[in-house]
């Protein structure tokens, strides 16, 4: 009726406006494409990781124009960094830690709880507003508590984080990196996060995102990245890339009746059905590498679609590859489920030990001071190489840096570069980055005391007694290859090689997270208050009481009847004395 | 609500063209009339308007343009000689045989702010139809009771007066592409094209009402909240109009909230339904298919289901590529923009004539309408808000009123004043300047965060603080007083025994 009519007169006046809208994009090719990756490799320790990658890339410039108009990019992002002027953003939700000495290095590591570094542009003038709104609005996307990042934890490293995207210049001044170790992550993070994904969990790879499988592991770590790329190699233009990862870490060993064989099903109890029609890529990459040069050890099911071979952190990887959009793959079976089992039961004794990690922890007793000691280990049998230290402590551990000590093989390791930040009280932490030569089969050891500092009353948070956290520190480092790398190009290669730029064949770039620290301080009796209250109260009540009984009463002499019993004992003996009763 | 006075006045000239003039005109022209009219809202909010009219006979340019041999041509050739500030209103009245008009229209409403009417016999039925025309071009009681909906008991509102959206001072417009079968369909739509061409210029025209940014996105795998049912005899699938308000809420989790801003924003969906669902149809109230295939949702936006031609042969591969008809979309979407900002072209008498507003979408008179009703509605706001503060600081007094928030409460007075004495000055746009100002500041210093560090201290829990004081305190008076009121007992009775 009445929508007819009035769309009849619209109908008028749009075909005054010109002729229909032209096709003139209809042949064009694409200008996002999306890339998703699943990669599958079994742990020294019989765990399995499972690490997921979502690639979009857009040609197209998120700074300029007023209109936007989105595809596969999603708009809550995209919005945000043309509002905000991001030129890189990394935030990573993480529960649980990745154990590096037994688990080996991992393809994209995440410190407990939550992390967010960003890079802005040089025009944004105001970086620290941008950044207090930037963090509520991501608390707000991914329902985290993203919220409470304020300038009591937010550091602006010098030296660690370098943008992993282009970047003209590397002005630190527009780099903000903060982490909260006590986040909790959970099913209410991965929601939004998957909702992020241009097929959402509904096909391709993210069907297996079962969020009660997913949180029943001993690693979770959900990550997105967005930076500025070259659109080509002349890199005449830009594009941009985000990147949504996501790492678990099943354990098998110990729950699955001592058996290390697995399978998707039992991992994420779902199999591979269809794919994401909107991919361009969907690969699942199993890692089935011979260990100690050895006999294969392991069998895949089905049939790979093809092998990879890549040198990998440093290692040369072999990969089985099932390729979801080649059409041989489904037609044989209506679902893809990646088996693989040990031929022969593998001893477990002789673990690879990664060339770098590195271990932290308090030491020291009582409430007063302490000290935090990083160990950090070189294994490389003849090569030493630097390694980017950075600490980032609460005020409320008041550093002494005169003992700060560095000692490898007995000997004192002065840092070629050292950057200070001391902290203020309530208003910024401390920093601490520094550039350590760890030589070859070493292991270097750094201290530093600190003096707990007593806090307000209010600035405890509800359960003072659980401690508070100190968050991970932060090694950066080019790690010597033992194999030689070569130069592959980024858009070919597997995602998982290609999130950090390889400088050259002969090193690698890795980024470990140490243990998140947990520190008790000296707790006031928060009961107290009411105890001192209730106690006073009392007092004053009892003492109150007396004086109105004093004021209010009327006293008056009264005659004693017969006595008290002690009159009449004293009256008994007296009778038998044959004295007068008193 | 607060009590609110507000007096709308309408600056009009009305040109008698050679021949119109009613005989029983009383006065020689020129002359200045006035007229009022009082709009009830509720008992405290009184909105009187008052038109005030210049009656003048034609000068020699406008006659010589009233000699054109249309309508629209002669309101072409009229516009450069009018009053065009925003508000004021000019009607010609041409005479009753004239041919400018066509046969059976009286009344002939052009582009910008001006009107050619019809004579009539008498002065008074000519007044009648320029007050019909006044209406139309400026606001009707109708329009206001919508702006102040907040007021208006619910019973006396009509289902169109929620539609209208609230005033802001700026809006969000998203069109959103569904497709939720990817594999059957490869949907491409030129929206790029589609905004620059048919809701820039809309945009560029409501720019004085509102900050307006556009945005659009694809998403995948969203469905509708509702399984439409399959109709045997035409072979499609129906979703009846009873079913519709299910349909919206799955979609929203998917559209993404406008993190960054916080202007309301408006839903522009286009559906492509699954190959298994279509073709799909929406049904109106009675039983027969929408022939839009849209509808909307008051103060939300609105949804256009767009089928897909089955390929001629089944096996046609997948997926089929679907190439959206933007111009056939944007209708739909600019004509629901316009329902939701109440200015639908429906219930126009049939003896008007409405010039279409060409490209721009929107004429300079809808425009005024549109900030009439929005400065009536501002200014209740504004009205609205300081009255809440002011009752929760009577309410809890120990709340700190810091210097920049009661500048910011004088600053939202002083503008809602000055608004409102503009309204009664007949300068529409000083007014909604004005009135925008009072909303930006009486709500920067109602939301002010320092007004919420004390809310959450209530006074029961000082009372649970001091129990341990006040009860060991109260037993010895308590005891007292029973001691007291047993003793006067005794008392009372002694003196009978005495007696």
């Given at each position: 009726g009445r929508m007819a009519a009035a769309v009849l007169l619209l109908l008028q006046l749009l075909l005054a406006a010109g002729p229909a809208p032209g096709r003139a994009d209809a042949g064009q090719e694409r200008r996002d494409a999306l890339r998703e990756e699943l990669l599958l490799s079994p742990l020294p320790t019989g765990d399995v990781a499972a690490t997921f990658q979502f690639r979009t890339r857009w040609d197209a410039d998120l700074q300029r124009g007023a209109v936007s108009h989105y595809r596969l990019f999603p708009k809550a992002l995209g919005r945000l960094v043309a509002a905000l002027g991001v030129r890189e953003l990394h935030l990573a939700l993480t529960q649980g830690f990745w154990r590096t000495r037994y688990w080996g290095q991992p393809p994209l590591q995440a410190p407990a709880g939550a992390e967010l570094w960003v890079w802005f542009q040089p025009t944004v003038t105001d970086v620290d507003k941008a950044w207090k709104e930037l963090s509520n609005i991501l608390s707000g996307i991914f329902c985290a508590s993203l919220n409470f990042i304020d300038s009591t934890n937010t550091v602006i490293p010098t030296a660690s984080f370098k943008p992993l995207g282009l970047a003209n210049g590397t002005d630190h001044h527009l780099l903000r990196y903060a982490v909260l170790p006590r986040e909790v992550v959970c099913t209410e993070n991965l929601t939004p996060w998957k909702?992020?994904?241009p097929c959402g969990s509904k096909a391709g790879l993210a069907v297996l995102l079962k969020a009660e499988r997913l949180f029943h592991s001993s690693y979770h770590s959900q990550a997105v990245h967005i930076r500025p790329?070259?659109?080509d190699a002349s890199c005449l233009a830009?594009?941009?890339?985000?990147?949504?990862?996501?790492?678990?870490?099943?354990?098998?060993?110990?729950s699955g009746q001592g058996k290390k064989d697995w399978s998707l099903f039992k991992m994420f109890s779902?199999?591979?059905?269809?794919t994401c029609p909107l991919a361009s890529q969907s690969k699942v990459y199993v890692d089935i590498s011979p260990k100690n040069k050895e006999k294969e050890l392991l069998?895949?099911?089905?049939?790979?679609?093809?092998?990879?071979?890549?040198?990998?952190?440093?290692?040369?990887?072999?990969?089985a590859v099932y390729d979801l959009l080649s059409p041989s793959l489904f037609n044989t079976s209506r679902s893809l489920n990646v088996q693989l089992k040990w031929k022969r039961p593998q001893d477990s004794s002789e673990m690879p030990i990664p060339t770098l990690h590195a271990q932290r922890y308090v030491a020291g007793y009582g409430l007063q001071t302490g000290q935090i000691c990083t160990l950090i280990y070189n294994t490389h049998p003849y090569r030493a190489f630097p390694v980017i230290l950075l600490e980032t402590v609460p005020w409320y551990l008041r550093l002494y840096v005169h003992t700060l000590t560095i000692i490898t093989k007995g000997k004192e390791n002065k840092p070629s570069y050292i950057h200070y930040q001391p902290a203020q009280d309530r208003r910024r932490p401390h920093l601490l980055e520094m550039l350590i030569q760890l030589p070859a089969n070493s292991v270097t050891k750094i201290t530093i005391q600190f003096e707990r500092a007593l806090l307000k009353w209010t600035e405890y948070p509800p359960d003072p007694n659980h401690g508070f956290y100190v968050g991970s520190s932060v090694l950066s480092a080019l790690v010597p290859s033992v194999t030689a790398m070569k130069d592959t190009d980024v858009e070919q290669s597997p995602l998982f090689t290609s999130l950090f730029p390889s400088s050259d064949g002969s090193s690698y770039f890795v980024r470990l997270y140490t243990e998140p620290l947990l520190v008790n301080l000296p707790t006031p009796d928060f009961s107290m208050p009411y105890n001192v209250i209730c106690l006073t109260c009392t007092v004053v009540a009892v003492c109150y009481g007396s004086f109105y009984n004093l004021l209010t009463r009327t006293f008056h002499v009264e005659e004693p009847s017969r006595g008290g019993l002690a009159k009449r004992l004293a009256n008994i003996i007296r009778k038998f004395r044959g004295v007068p009763p008193l | 609500a607060a009590p609110l006075q507000v007096r709308l006045v309408v600056p009009m000239t009305v040109v008698f063209g050679p021949g119109s003039v009613p005989r029983d005109l009383s006065r020689p022209l020129p002359f200045r009339d006035m007229q009022e009219m009082e709009i009830?809202?509720?008992l405290r909010t009184s909105v009187t308007s008052r038109y005030e009219m210049r009656y003048r006979s034609t000068t020699a340019q406008e006659e010589a343009a009233l000699s054109a041999a249309t309508a629209r041509e002669a309101d072409a050739a009229l516009h450069p000689l009018q009053d065009t500030t925003m508000g004021s209103l000019t009607m010609y009245v041409v005479p009753e045989t004239s041919s400018l008009l066509p046969q059976g229209i009286n009344v002939y409403v052009g582009k910008q702010r001006s009107a050619l009417v019809r004579a009539v016999g008498s002065l008074a039925a000519l007044q009648a139809r320029l007050r019909e025309?006044?209406?139309?071009?400026s606001f009707t009681a109708g329009s206001i009771a919508a702006a102040l909906s907040d007021r208006v008991p619910s019973a006396q509102l009509g289902p169109d007066a929620r539609r209208n959206l609230k005033s802001s001072l700026g809006y969000e417009i998203t069109f959103s592409l569904l497709n939720p079968d990817p594999k059957s369909h490869t949907v491409d739509w030129d929206i790029e094209g589609a905004v620059n061409r048919y809701v820039k210029p809309v945009l560029d025209k409501l720019s004085l009402v509102a900050n307006f940014s556009v945005d659009s996105q694809i998403l995948y795998y969203a469905v509708l909240g509702v399984t439409p049912r399959y109709d045997k005899e035409s072979s499609s699938f129906l979703l009846s109009a009873h079913s519709l308000p299910h349909v919206i809420n799955p979609v929203e989790a998917r559209l993404g909230s406008s993190a960054a801003s916080l202007y309301p924003v408006l839903n522009f969906l286009l559906y492509v339904p699954e190959r298994s669902h279509s073709p799909l149809y929406i049904q109106d109230k009675d039983g027969a298919p929408v022939s839009t295939n849209a509808f909307h949702s008051p103060r939300w936006g609105g949804i256009m289901v767009y089928n897909v031609e089955a390929p001629a042969s089944p096996q046609a591969s997948l997926p089929l590529h679907v190439d959206v008809d933007m111009a056939r979309v944007m209708e739909v979407f600019l004509a629901q923009l316009r329902l939701l900002f109440g200015l639908s072209r429906e219930g126009v008498p049939p003896e008007f004539l409405l010039e279409s507003p060409g490209n721009e979408g929107l004429a300079d008179w809808e425009l005024d309408h549109l900030l009439w009703a929005h400065t009536v509605e501002n200014i209740a706001t504004v009205s609205t808000t300081l009255t809440s503060l002011a009752q929760l600081l009577d309410k809890i007094g120990n709340i700190v009123i810091k210097d920049d928030v009661a500048s910011e409460v004088y600053r939202a007075v002083a503008s809602v004043q000055s608004a409102v004495t503009k309204l009664s000055l007949g300068h529409l746009h000083a007014a909604f300047q004005a009135s925008k100002e009072a909303v930006t500041s009486s709500e920067r210093a109602f939301f002010d965060p320092s007004l919420l560090h004390l809310l959450y201290f209530p006074d029961d829990?000082?009372?649970?603080?001091y129990i341990p004081l006040f009860l060991p305190m109260a037993v010895p008076i308590l005891l007292s007083l029973a001691k007291i009121v047993r003793e006067t007992r005794l008392h009372r009775k002694e003196p009978t025994k005495m007696d």
């Amino acid at each position: 009726g009445r929508m007819a009519a009035a769309v009849l007169l619209l109908l008028q006046l749009l075909l005054a406006a010109g002729p229909a809208p032209g096709r003139a994009d209809a042949g064009q090719e694409r200008r996002d494409a999306l890339r998703e990756e699943l990669l599958l490799s079994p742990l020294p320790t019989g765990d399995v990781a499972a690490t997921f990658q979502f690639r979009t890339r857009w040609d197209a410039d998120l700074q300029r124009g007023a209109v936007s108009h989105y595809r596969l990019f999603p708009k809550a992002l995209g919005r945000l960094v043309a509002a905000l002027g991001v030129r890189e953003l990394h935030l990573a939700l993480t529960q649980g830690f990745w154990r590096t000495r037994y688990w080996g290095q991992p393809p994209l590591q995440a410190p407990a709880g939550a992390e967010l570094w960003v890079w802005f542009q040089p025009t944004v003038t105001d970086v620290d507003k941008a950044w207090k709104e930037l963090s509520n609005i991501l608390s707000g996307i991914f329902c985290a508590s993203l919220n409470f990042i304020d300038s009591t934890n937010t550091v602006i490293p010098t030296a660690s984080f370098k943008p992993l995207g282009l970047a003209n210049g590397t002005d630190h001044h527009l780099l903000r990196y903060a982490v909260l170790p006590r986040e909790v992550v959970c099913t209410e993070n991965l929601t939004p996060w998957k909702k992020l994904l241009p097929c959402g969990s509904k096909a391709g790879l993210a069907v297996l995102l079962k969020a009660e499988r997913l949180f029943h592991s001993s690693y979770h770590s959900q990550a997105v990245h967005i930076r500025p790329i070259c659109r080509d190699a002349s890199c005449l233009a830009m594009s941009w890339e985000l990147r949504q990862t996501l790492t678990v870490v099943f354990d098998f060993f110990s729950s699955g009746q001592g058996k290390k064989d697995w399978s998707l099903f039992k991992m994420f109890s779902r199999t591979l059905t269809d794919t994401c029609p909107l991919a361009s890529q969907s690969k699942v990459y199993v890692d089935i590498s011979p260990k100690n040069k050895e006999k294969e050890l392991l069998e895949v099911s089905p049939p790979p679609t093809s092998v990879h071979e890549a040198v990998v952190q440093g290692e040369k990887k072999t990969y089985a590859v099932y390729d979801l959009l080649s059409p041989s793959l489904f037609n044989t079976s209506r679902s893809l489920n990646v088996q693989l089992k040990w031929k022969r039961p593998q001893d477990s004794s002789e673990m690879p030990i990664p060339t770098l990690h590195a271990q932290r922890y308090v030491a020291g007793y009582g409430l007063q001071t302490g000290q935090i000691c990083t160990l950090i280990y070189n294994t490389h049998p003849y090569r030493a190489f630097p390694v980017i230290l950075l600490e980032t402590v609460p005020w409320y551990l008041r550093l002494y840096v005169h003992t700060l000590t560095i000692i490898t093989k007995g000997k004192e390791n002065k840092p070629s570069y050292i950057h200070y930040q001391p902290a203020q009280d309530r208003r910024r932490p401390h920093l601490l980055e520094m550039l350590i030569q760890l030589p070859a089969n070493s292991v270097t050891k750094i201290t530093i005391q600190f003096e707990r500092a007593l806090l307000k009353w209010t600035e405890y948070p509800p359960d003072p007694n659980h401690g508070f956290y100190v968050g991970s520190s932060v090694l950066s480092a080019l790690v010597p290859s033992v194999t030689a790398m070569k130069d592959t190009d980024v858009e070919q290669s597997p995602l998982f090689t290609s999130l950090f730029p390889s400088s050259d064949g002969s090193s690698y770039f890795v980024r470990l997270y140490t243990e998140p620290l947990l520190v008790n301080l000296p707790t006031p009796d928060f009961s107290m208050p009411y105890n001192v209250i209730c106690l006073t109260c009392t007092v004053v009540a009892v003492c109150y009481g007396s004086f109105y009984n004093l004021l209010t009463r009327t006293f008056h002499v009264e005659e004693p009847s017969r006595g008290g019993l002690a009159k009449r004992l004293a009256n008994i003996i007296r009778k038998f004395r044959g004295v007068p009763p008193l | 609500a607060a009590p609110l006075q507000v007096r709308l006045v309408v600056p009009m000239t009305v040109v008698f063209g050679p021949g119109s003039v009613p005989r029983d005109l009383s006065r020689p022209l020129p002359f200045r009339d006035m007229q009022e009219m009082e709009i009830s809202v509720n008992l405290r909010t009184s909105v009187t308007s008052r038109y005030e009219m210049r009656y003048r006979s034609t000068t020699a340019q406008e006659e010589a343009a009233l000699s054109a041999a249309t309508a629209r041509e002669a309101d072409a050739a009229l516009h450069p000689l009018q009053d065009t500030t925003m508000g004021s209103l000019t009607m010609y009245v041409v005479p009753e045989t004239s041919s400018l008009l066509p046969q059976g229209i009286n009344v002939y409403v052009g582009k910008q702010r001006s009107a050619l009417v019809r004579a009539v016999g008498s002065l008074a039925a000519l007044q009648a139809r320029l007050r019909e025309v006044t209406q139309l071009m400026s606001f009707t009681a109708g329009s206001i009771a919508a702006a102040l909906s907040d007021r208006v008991p619910s019973a006396q509102l009509g289902p169109d007066a929620r539609r209208n959206l609230k005033s802001s001072l700026g809006y969000e417009i998203t069109f959103s592409l569904l497709n939720p079968d990817p594999k059957s369909h490869t949907v491409d739509w030129d929206i790029e094209g589609a905004v620059n061409r048919y809701v820039k210029p809309v945009l560029d025209k409501l720019s004085l009402v509102a900050n307006f940014s556009v945005d659009s996105q694809i998403l995948y795998y969203a469905v509708l909240g509702v399984t439409p049912r399959y109709d045997k005899e035409s072979s499609s699938f129906l979703l009846s109009a009873h079913s519709l308000p299910h349909v919206i809420n799955p979609v929203e989790a998917r559209l993404g909230s406008s993190a960054a801003s916080l202007y309301p924003v408006l839903n522009f969906l286009l559906y492509v339904p699954e190959r298994s669902h279509s073709p799909l149809y929406i049904q109106d109230k009675d039983g027969a298919p929408v022939s839009t295939n849209a509808f909307h949702s008051p103060r939300w936006g609105g949804i256009m289901v767009y089928n897909v031609e089955a390929p001629a042969s089944p096996q046609a591969s997948l997926p089929l590529h679907v190439d959206v008809d933007m111009a056939r979309v944007m209708e739909v979407f600019l004509a629901q923009l316009r329902l939701l900002f109440g200015l639908s072209r429906e219930g126009v008498p049939p003896e008007f004539l409405l010039e279409s507003p060409g490209n721009e979408g929107l004429a300079d008179w809808e425009l005024d309408h549109l900030l009439w009703a929005h400065t009536v509605e501002n200014i209740a706001t504004v009205s609205t808000t300081l009255t809440s503060l002011a009752q929760l600081l009577d309410k809890i007094g120990n709340i700190v009123i810091k210097d920049d928030v009661a500048s910011e409460v004088y600053r939202a007075v002083a503008s809602v004043q000055s608004a409102v004495t503009k309204l009664s000055l007949g300068h529409l746009h000083a007014a909604f300047q004005a009135s925008k100002e009072a909303v930006t500041s009486s709500e920067r210093a109602f939301f002010d965060p320092s007004l919420l560090h004390l809310l959450y201290f209530p006074d029961d829990q000082k009372f649970a603080i001091y129990i341990p004081l006040f009860l060991p305190m109260a037993v010895p008076i308590l005891l007292s007083l029973a001691k007291i009121v047993r003793e006067t007992r005794l008392h009372r009775k002694e003196p009978t025994k005495m007696d």
